[in-house]
């Protein structure tokens, strides 16, 4: 699609997202701002304390437990609605 803007006739190529995924965005970028997002730099991942990452463990030990006690009450839900009970 063709846009015409209003400053000189400039005209500017946008293709679909859907086309070409995200490339287009870096289309319609001025130089100063393609400039600064190639050279935005990247943090990797940031080192956690000790106790950050007991608590992160014990999130996830909390999450596998409350994931077996609600296959539990499922299981025992199912078995008794199918005896009758």
Do not use: C
């Amino acid at each position: 699609m063709e846009i015409e803007t209003g400053i000189g006739g400039v005209s500017a190529q946008l293709a679909a997202p859907a086309e070409s995924g995200e490339t287009w965005v870096l289309d319609v970028l001025e130089p100063d701002q393609l400039v600064a997002a190639k050279e935005k730099e990247r943090y990797g991942l940031r080192e956690l304390g000790l106790g950050t990452r007991i608590l992160m463990w014990g999130m996830r030990a909390y999450v596998l437990f409350m994931t077996v006690v609600v296959a539990y009450q499922i299981w025992t839900t199912v078995t008794h609605a199918a005896a009758g009970n």
